[in-house]
Structure formats: C-alpha cells, structure tokens
C-alpha cells in the first residue's frame, strides 16, 4: 500500500462516507444500566462527478451508562491484511459525538479525500473498526463496525 493510502487508511479514514450529511436514527432507550454500546453504524464513500475527489464518512449511534466521552474510527482495505486492536485505535481520529441525552450520542466522521489519494486508494471492500469509551473509562471495540465497497 502506498505512502497516501496509508496516511488515509491509518489516521484519516477514520471514518465514513457520504457526499452530505449522514442522518442517524436514535438509540432506543433502555431502562437497565447500558454498557458501552455502539448501534446502527454504517459507512459510505462517493466519488464527486468528475472522479477527482471523494469524501469517507462514518456514523453510529452510541450508548454507555456514564455518558460517552469518545468514539474512534478506523477504515482499511481488506486486502491489506490490517487488523487493528482496540490498544492500536486509541491513536486514531475521534468522530464528532453530539450528545442525545445522558448516556446516548450521535457520532459521525467525514473525510474529503483528494484526486492524487483518491488514485492511491484501494478498490474492493473496507472495513471500519470503532472504539467506544464511557465517561467513566469503559471501553468497546467493534473491529468490524461497518463495511463499505470503494468502486470507482
């Protein structure tokens, strides 16, 4: 993989695809404690016309008793034979979180992605890794969060 497409996969792709804002469905509510939590995630990547640029985006939905605090995001290329760890994605990009109630957010990434990374890029499936934590430290890592095919 090359030098762009690394720095894309590794630190930017941190997230998500779509051309727009991603709307994301409310978690339901729960009346037990919830435990780190990470719902209804996806992924998308679209190619502007033209083909010169593109934009990665990410969004879940999150939970987690004591509040979220942060929710980081990761996206390979299958083919790379990456498998990153939970101790791995804390350096990684955090998503931005807007805060639903207590213990519920709304995450979402996006990345613009340009021509000459765009032409480095790895055609075929993706996979987008998350790592959850709680205000009080809680942890979960979701190493196949979401998944998204680059056909472009």
């Not at 995450?107 to 890794?129: D, N, P």
């Not at 790592?131 to 809680?138: A, E, Q, S, V």
Request: hydrophobic share 45%; glycine share 10%; proline share 4%.
């Amino acid at each position: 993989m090359s030098r762009i497409s690394k720095r894309v996969a590794l630190t930017s792709l941190v997230g998500a695809v779509a051309a727009g804002a991603v709307a994301v469905a409310g978690i339901a509510s729960a009346t037990a404690p919830t435990k780190p939590v990470v719902d209804n995630a996806s992924a998308r990547f679209v190619v502007a016309p033209g083909g010169d640029e593109g934009v990665f985006t990410f969004a879940a939905d999150v939970a987690d008793d004591s509040g979220v605090k942060s929710l980081k995001v990761l996206a390979w290329p299958n083919a790379s034979g990456l498998d990153p760890t939970a101790e791995e994605m804390e350096y990684v990009e955090k998503a931005g979180c807007e805060r639903v109630d207590d213990e519920k957010s709304t995450c979402a990434y996006s990345l613009r992605v340009t021509e000459r990374e765009l032409a480095e890029m790895g055609k075929g499936e993706w996979t987008v890794a998350a790592l959850l934590t709680g205000r009080d430290g809680g942890k979960k890592f979701v190493p196949g969060a979401a998944s998204v095919t680059l056909d472009f």
